[in-house]
């Protein structure tokens, strides 16, 4: 069984969860919930980054412990992965031994291979984002410097142990060409390409200005660099050092989705980090986007921090997952809507998927008493409908395998455009009156075709998936791509249908 390893970045824990961290775990939930139904051996990853700086500042105004803080804002990101219906594993928090153990062996494998040394740091530094920063890449407002993302930098002096990241250009620039799929959109890919080809600094990896993180070995006067620990999660969850393991050997490497922001963390410092330390590299990266909220950009400062759990109260979860890849193409920017939400609950899911759904199984159990006896006497037009399905589900595979979420959903409501145009055209409520041979091979066909869609909507809307598998009678502990294209010759036995997605208005009347 070939095996698949997906992780989320591990979340900054020093506030709440919002929109952007329920928008990266659902994705790697999608994910992994269709490298599941291809019969992969599937290992799912996410947690919590513990340590540094902003940490121990959000604890001292609020006069508790950073672990105390930390246990109880970790809390918040495990609880959200639950409410999410997120498939994931484990959860990694970094505070855990296991972490530490794992970070200090890294850390002692880089000091061994020469890859580190002491000296003094001089630079630009941002609290906000954990990162150094050039002069060249800073943005200068009324004699204040500020970092891209708009955080304010501040003139740091003091020792340091420093990586020889400026080592590593040749070797990541081949790694690169030899891996032309390793960072993914593509746009990301040449973004990351042009900064390495510029050159690289040596990157400082301690810090002595503050006490909250993992010390360094043998020298108690160094903390690690968040980003030098927090990356190391990705390999600690897997039992490293032990790459005995089976963990670390079935799933190692594995595939990041990140947001485009820590992309450079992820795809420049993490494969140099490896292999300076003689381990392989990720085989992926993939960045997506930010949501603004309104057209406006999301910020505490202006109050509009969308909390996920009270959208998907008033909505519903699937109804979430589905709005947040349907509405924006993977790992571009995009605006969050209630108003556009709504639109994609009643015209996509009510009126076209819903619809489809509810006038076949309801018109069968009303009328069939539940039962469809199989018949293979098809037509064209029928072996037309099972064909496109048959294409549009390749497709559909062949974007959800390049994270291209938004398009695999497009393969799949092309062909619930194409079974509701079946159904106008043979009529089922027609051919009852003439021909009810004709009819129930029509039904037939339509309730194959609906099954095919619940699978291949499960990753994104596996609850409403498992519900309408259940109309259809299905087993749904089995639910797989194997069971695709075998045709259940047993008769159907259709469970009396709910709407699967009711309006949106039906809700608040």
Not at 163 to 169: C, E, H, I, V
Not at 328 to 343: E, M, Q, R, Y
Not at 358 to 371: A, L, M, P, T
Request: proline share 4%.
């Amino acid at each position: 069984m070939k095996s698949y390893y997906i992780t989320t970045p591990i979340y900054y824990c020093n506030d709440k969860p919002h929109l952007g961290h329920a928008y990266t775990n659902v994705a790697c939930d999608i994910i992994a919930r269709y490298h599941k139904l291809k019969n992969e051996d599937v290992y799912f990853l996410t947690g919590t980054d513990e340590h540094g700086q902003k940490v121990e500042q959000a604890a001292k105004l609020r006069k508790i412990s950073p672990k105390k803080l930390t246990d109880e804002l970790s809390k918040n990101f495990l609880e959200l992965t639950k409410f999410l219906n997120c498939s994931n594993d484990d959860f990694i928090r970094t505070t855990e031994i296991r972490h530490k153990e794992s970070v200090h062996i890294l850390w002692n494998k880089l000091i061994e291979n020469d890859e580190i040394y002491l000296d003094k740091y001089k630079g630009w530094y941002s609290i906000r984002d954990e990162a150094f920063f050039d002069e060249k890449e800073l943005i200068k407002k009324d004699s204040v410097f500020y970092a891209p993302s708009g955080a304010k930098v501040e003139w740091i002096e003091e020792e340091s142990y420093f990586f020889k990241l400026s080592k590593w250009k040749d070797k990541l620039l081949e790694f690169y060409s030899n891996n032309p799929d390793f960072v993914a959109p593509i746009t990301r890919f040449n973004e990351v390409k042009s900064f390495v080809k510029g050159g690289l600094n040596d990157l400082s990896v301690s810090r002595t200005t503050f006490k909250w993180g993992i010390g360094v070995p043998n020298n108690d006067n160094h903390i690690i660099y968040v980003w030098l620990d927090a990356l190391q999660n990705y390999l600690s969850a897997l039992k490293f050092p032990d790459t005995n393991s089976l963990l670390y050997k079935k799933y190692w490497p594995g595939v990041h989705i990140v947001g485009k922001d820590i992309l450079r963390f992820h795809s420049v410092y993490w494969p140099a980090f490896l292999m300076a330390a003689n381990l392989p590299p990720p085989k992926r990266v993939f960045a997506h986007g930010w949501f603004t909220n309104e057209g406006n950009k999301i910020s505490k400062s202006l109050g509009n921090i969308i909390d996920p759990i009270k959208i998907i109260n008033e909505y519903g979860l699937d109804e979430f997952r589905y709005f947040l890849f349907s509405q924006v193409p993977f790992g571009d920017d995009g605006d969050f809507s209630l108003k556009a939400l709504k639109n994609r609950i009643n015209n996509d899911l009510s009126n076209d998927y819903g619809n489809l759904v509810q006038r076949v199984c309801s018109f069968i159990y009303n009328n069939c008493e539940g039962k469809i006896i199989y018949d293979d006497s098809y037509n064209e037009e029928d072996n037309n409908l099972f064909n496109s399905s048959i294409n549009l589900f390749e497709s559909y595979k062949k974007s959800m395998d390049k994270e291209e979420i938004d398009k695999g959903i497009k393969h799949i409501f092309k062909l619930i455009s194409l079974a509701n145009i079946y159904v106008d055209k043979q009529a089922p409520w027609k051919l009852k009156k003439i021909n009810t041979q004709r009819m129930n091979t029509v039904l037939f066909t339509l309730i194959e075709i609906i099954k095919r869609i619940a699978i291949m909507t499960y990753p994104i809307m596996p609850n409403k998936s498992k519900k309408l598998l259940l109309y259809l009678n299905q087993n749904i502990d089995e639910i797989s791509f194997s069971n695709f294209h075998s045709i259940n010759q047993n008769n159907i036995i259709i469970n009396k249908p709910e709407p699967l997605f009711p309006k949106y208005e039906d809700k608040i009347d």
